[in-house]
């Protein structure tokens, strides 16, 4: 961000606290650039078949991500919505399936992109129809999950851990 989006000044640097922000020159319009992070929803989808009680786990490669890549479903909340529904509109619109339980694994900070991801376990059942963000998927068994990088690796692992006692080191 370059200029200020409320009077068109371009932003100088002003120390906050201790930080330094993007801000408005003029003090009449006042805004600061303060980069709050973005939420941003993450499932662990277990996808299961009619008559399962346990699943298998659904990774899937954007349309963006080299070849053999795989990560969670994510997405961003739309205006007013509860991140559980968000999490269960995110699996529904990117796989086909329908969520018939979505449980907080936990938040996480993902700092590169300045985001805060809000994972669930997200248990589906249905036809999986990957919609144009996906180009593939793959199903696992739990202790076949392969490592998986940065925020998303910490919150395979910690679910991982807690669902079924499977240590990672990765
Ligand atoms: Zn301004």
């Known amino acids: 961000m370059r200029f200020c ?39 662990v989808v277990e996808y299961l078949q009619p008559g399962e009680s346990a699943g298998r786990i659904l990774l899937a490669r954007n349309r963006a991500w080299e070849p053999g890549m795989l990560g969670l479903i994510a997405g961003y909340l739309e205006k007013g919505e509860w991140p559980e ?36 376990h997200v248990r589906a059942q249905g ?21 998986l990088p940065t925020a998303i690796g910490r919150i395979m692992n910690d679910w991982l851990l807690r669902q079924f006692d499977i240590r990672r080191l990765s």
């Open 127 to 147: 036809e999986i129809v990957l919609n144009e963000e996906l180009v593939e998927y793959r199903l696992f068994a739990p202790a076949d999950v392969p490592p």
């Open 85 to 120: 529904a968000a999490a269960a509109r995110e699996v529904r619109e990117e796989t086909g399936l329908v969520a018939e339980s979505v449980n907080l694994i936990g938040n996480y900070f993902f700092d590169r992109k300045n985001q805060v991801l809000l994972a669930y």
């Open 5 to 43: 989006p409320h009077c068109a000044s371009p932003l100088v640097l002003r120390p906050y606290e201790g930080d330094e922000r993007l801000a408005c020159p003029d003090a009449a319009c006042g805004f600061v650039h303060w980069e709050n992070p973005v939420p941003v929803v993450m499932a």
